[in-house]
């Protein structure tokens, strides 16, 4: 008998109808012989509706108090889910993080898992029942309740799956699975029937939004394989996985892309050692995030600088800049406060040279100008006005072939 976690995210229990919907779907792999574990996310809009009551209240709410609010959704949809089933004649019981024992450490709002009890879980499997598991929610030490940051439900699942040595680790979502850029923005994206570890963690952290990053860490530190599939299909989707089972090699996998970013540039700064501590220093002093960074000299004693940030941080690191490029005899610094980061992502490239010159060369066919670029050993990030942020997406997705991966990869997944 094999032990399945299947976690449905919130646009899978969105409604009450879908709460069916998902029920029978558990019920299938239920009746097939096999022990179920789901871990439900809150009904989709409802973390963002407690999120703003929040906020309406008050601009810093307490992050304990944060935390046993915003984990209040996924209570909701698990005792539903119960119910539902219960309504097919399926035994089923519903348990939050706390019933559970999913112990975090005590950062509220983003808090880690640190350890996972089982024999709740084990035991209520071996009476008969499915288990449904809150996502996004555990317990510290104090007893307090933790949230495990937004996407949080499916590190969730991957804990669940891990700790229990689940057999598979399902994550159902109201798309196919994996594509190479969202089909939300190019229609014409394909769905990848494989995606390596490495390249999802990219992908996830370059702002795909398919599967909270921590957990694709902690699938690939348990070495446990992530099936990502759709509630409303019966796709066999996309399966996160070594790189070494990848059937089909591909040079490049995907493209990622963030918009709400902002560009600022320092020039003629001095040239001198410590200078780049103290410029992102005074920033990250005030909490903001810088993304992208680089520098290169103009002459020999003086240097240019140019970063990114988030664009609700703009205005706030602008104003830091400013004051610094005052004190340090710098020009006055330059802005593109509407930029987007377009990224892409791929294992190939660290054996396969030209795809940065291949990728640099569509966006210039498609007249679009490059404002910055950083790379890694599998991504090259390059940022670009906003406004040509689709048909840049289109540009570089076209160059590498992506738009004609579908085809061949299906039939690719059905042979194996
Ligand atoms: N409900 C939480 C969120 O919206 C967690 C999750 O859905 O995974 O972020
Ligand atoms: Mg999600």
Do not use: W
């Not at 969105?14 to 809150?42: M, P």
């Not at 994550?171 to 994206?189: C, K, N, R, S």
């Amino acid at each position: 008998m094999a032990l399945i976690v299947q976690k449905f995210g919130g646009s899978s229990v969105g409604t009450l109808d879908r709460i069916h919907h998902v029920a029978s779907r558990i019920i299938e792999t239920k009746q097939s012989g096999h022990h179920v574990v789901v871990v439900v996310s809150a009904m989709q809009g409802e973390t963002d509706r407690l999120i703003r009551l929040a906020q309406t209240l008050t601009n810093e709410p307490h992050p304990r108090e944060y935390d046993v609010l915003v984990s209040t959704g996924e209570q909701v949809s698990m005792a539903l889910l119960a119910m539902a089933l219960q309504a097919k004649s399926i035994p089923a019981r519903s348990f939050t993080g706390h019933q559970i024992g999913i112990m975090t450490d005590e950062t509220h709002t983003k808090a880690r898992i640190l350890n996972v009890k089982t024999e709740t879980i084990q035991k209520t499997l071996n009476d008969g029942f499915v288990v449904i598991v809150a996502g996004f929610q555990g317990i510290n030490k104090h007893g307090d309740i933790t949230t495990l940051g937004r996407g949080g439900s499916d590190t969730t699942a991957v804990a669940l799956a891990a700790a229990l040595k689940a057999d598979e680790c399902q994550i159902y979502t109201d798309v196919e699975g994996v594509y190479t850029t969202d089909p939300h923005l190019l229609p014409e994206a394909s769905l990848l029937p494989q995606i390596s570890f490495e390249e999802m963690l990219e992908m996830s952290s370059l702002g795909a939004k398919v599967l909270q990053m921590r957990s694709v860490e902690l699938a690939s530190k348990h070495n446990l394989p992530i099936r990502v599939l759709s509630t409303f299909s019966k796709h066999p989707g996309t399966l996160v996985t070594f790189e070494d089972k990848i059937m089909q090699k591909r040079l490049v996998s995907g493209i990622a892309f963030s918009r709400e970013e902002s560009l600022i540039a320092l020039s003629a700064v001095p040239n001198r050692a410590g200078i780049e501590g103290q410029i992102l220093g005074k920033i990250s002093d005030a909490q903001i995030e810088i993304d992208m960074i680089a520098q290169n000299a103009s002459d020999q004693d003086k240097t240019d600088f140019t970063f990114t940030v988030q664009r609700k941080d703009f205005p706030k690191a602008l104003k830091i800049v400013e004051t610094l490029a005052a004190e340090l005899g710098a020009l006055s610094p330059k802005t593109n406060p509407k930029v987007a980061k377009l990224s892409l992502v791929g294992i190939g490239m660290r054996s396969h040279a030209g795809v940065a010159s291949n990728m640099f060369r569509a966006l210039g066919n498609a007249n679009i100008n490059i404002q910055m670029i950083t790379t890694s050993e599998i991504k090259i990030s390059v940022v670009i006005d906003e406004d040509s942020l689709e048909r840049g997406v289109r540009a570089v997705h076209e160059a590498f072939g992506l738009d004609k991966l579908s085809v061949e990869t299906h039939q690719d997944f059905m042979e194996t």
